[in-house]
């Protein structure tokens, strides 16, 4: 397969759904973002993703659950456009929860604003890493977005780990864990459908967003990304692919490349950048993101450029030091 191949072309009408394979339904909801819409699915009587917690997403909901019985939300990831309506899911029909224990926690505390999840302790790390703070400066004050988005959360769940067996729809999906985007990703592969639920893991035209975040400021989420998508590899090449935004596609291993070679020229472009010169994570955004950044887009285009130098420097690729300003530069050596 030397292409990405669609073979559903039209994206479902809102409050409609399209059976993707056997028994599995895609539905797509409206993000107030960029970003415009996110699919999640429906496998018999599990919902996977839940959209962000507001009354367009909920009233679109009724329209697609009015004749159904709902037994169980499954949740691929905290993001709140995944998890917004899981607790409101969860009560309207008695269901079970499941998820990964790091998605669990994580949404409890991004809520709370709890364990160094506020908007202010991520500002902190962009201005050390050289984001102007004339730009830092519009981008605080937004409050807790992610409580706005997902206004409640479940107070108990079921924990999925690697390798666990998920029935659903009479078929067995086999729980995969991923990281670098989320502290503990869930996908689902189902080996009878050849379908997986990859959310956010494995994008058709988008590349996952991988960011150094407040709580973990010297973390290489970006190893862990790259290692964590090679597993894509070992699902087979037809394999269709839910993913949570863009069409449903085969040609998984052929995607992972195209995403490692992207990596790879960002990398390429930092180390001829920082030939002979010492700059931070902000003085390289231009360089990285080409197209203007408002402030939402600042918040990932900081921590993916942060995320690409750390990735560099652990590799013993770059050296960094803190100047007298407290700024983290990195030189190519
Ligand atoms: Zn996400």
Redesign the pocket.
């Known amino acids: 397969m030397a292409s990405l191949a669609y073979p559903h072309p039209d994206m479902p009408a809102p409050g409609e759904t399209i059976e993707v394979a056997p028994g599995v339904r895609w539905l797509s909801m409206p993000l107030p973002f960029a970003l415009d819409h996110i699919n999640l699915w429906i496998v018999d009587d599990t919902i996977v993703d839940t959209g962000i917690g507001d009354e367009k997403t909920r009233a679109l909901w009724e329209k697609i659950l009015s004749h159904k019985q709902i037994k169980r939300v499954v949740l691929t ?1 905290y ?1 709140p ?2 998890a917004g309506n899981a607790a409101w899911l969860v009560q309207k029909f008695g269901a079970e929860f499941w998820t990964t224990q790091g998605e669990y926690l994580t949404a409890h505390a991004v809520r709370a604003s709890s364990a160094g999840y506020t908007t202010e302790a991520v500002l902190e790390v962009f201005r050390k890493n050289g984001l102007p703070s004339e730009r830092a400066a519009t981008m605080g004050g937004r409050g807790n977005r992610y409580a706005a988005l997902v206004p409640d959360f479940p107070l108990s769940y079921r924990r999925i780990i690697e390798g666990d067996r998920v029935k659903m729809g009479g078929h067995e999906w086999r729980a995969f864990i991923g990281h670098g ?2 502290p503990e990703h869930l996908s689902l592969y189902c080996e009878a459908l050849n379908v997986v639920i990859a ?2 893991m494995l994008l058709s035209t988008i590349s996952t ?1 991988v960011s150094v975040w407040s709580i973990d400021p010297e973390g290489d989420p970006l190893r862990l990304f790259l290692e964590s998508l090679k597993r894509y590899r070992e699902l087979p090449e037809d394999v269709l692919v839910l993913p ?1 935004h863009g069409k449903p596609f085969r040609g998984a291993h052929v995607r992972v490349g195209e995403l490692e070679s992207h990596h790879e020229k960002h990398f390429a472009k930092l180390l001829e950048a920082l030939k002979g010169k010492s700059l931070s994570a902000g003085d390289l955004l231009g360089l990285l993101f080409r197209r203007p950044l408002d402030a939402h887009q600042t918040f990932f285009a900081m921590g993916e450029a942060i995320a690409h130098l750390h990735y560099l420097y652990y590799a013993g690729r770059l050296t960094r030091s803190n100047g007298a300003d407290g700024i983290m530069r990195y030189a190519a050596s």
Do not use: V, Y
């Open positions: 990831h993001h456009d995944h985007h989320a959310g956010d967003n949570s």
